[in-house]
């Protein structure tokens, strides 16, 4: 088997995609959603790359996926962050948005590109706030959120302009998070 010939590029992507996530500290449901690899091949991967003397040291968090939305909007500070991971996953293709309603739309990627393309938004995101309030899963979740659930909405601020991630089913100041921290500041 030569690693170079093509037939094995596929495979190698969702390889690299496994072990990228891994070091983000996905889930196992996330990787597996991402890459179609079964829970026990995602346990091994684990185990030879990350477990403790063989690699820099990854927690692996159980249980399903976080999907309750409140964490994104629940302070000012969660809300901007989540506004600028949102923005972020614009940015990198994972979704769209339609500005006259503010609903996102999956931007329909095949799972590989998908799972790649979250980890690059979650990068910028984690170079734009070292100290992120919003880990892989929670970013994985505003995406569903945003994109396939559409609990969460772009709403624009009365007052700059600017979008802002807003509660679909919550009543709206139309006050960006951004304005609020400004406000409390001075």
């Known amino acids: 088997m030569r690693v170079t010939d093509n037939r094995y590029a596929a495979e190698m992507s969702r390889f690299n995609l496994a072990v990228r996530m891994i070091g983000h500290e996905a889930r196992t449901g996330t990787i597996r959603a ?94 734009i706030h070292p100290n992120p309030c919003l880990c892989f899963e929670k970013s994985w979740g505003l995406y569903s959120a945003m994109a396939r659930d559409q609990e969460l909405i772009f709403a624009f601020c009365a007052d700059c302009g600017g979008p802002y991630v807003q509660d679909r089913y919550s009543l709206d100041y139309r006050h960006c998070p951004f304005c609020d921290i400004k406000e409390n500041s001075s």
Do not use: W
Request: aromatic share 10%.
């Open 34 to 127: 991402c890459t179609g690899f079964s829970e026990d091949r995602i346990r091994k991967i684990y185990a030879t790359y990350f477990k403790a003397g063989s690699g820099p040291t990854v927690r692996r968090r159980r249980g399903k996926s976080p999907k309750q939305i409140t964490p994104y909007v629940n302070s000012a500070a969660n809300q901007s962050e989540a506004t600028v991971l949102a923005c972020l996953f614009i940015h990198c293709g994972v979704m769209e948005i339609d500005s006259g309603t503010g609903f996102a739309a999956d931007a329909r990627l095949n799972p590989v590109r998908l799972g790649n393309h979250i980890c690059d938004a979650y990068e910028a995101y984690r170079c």
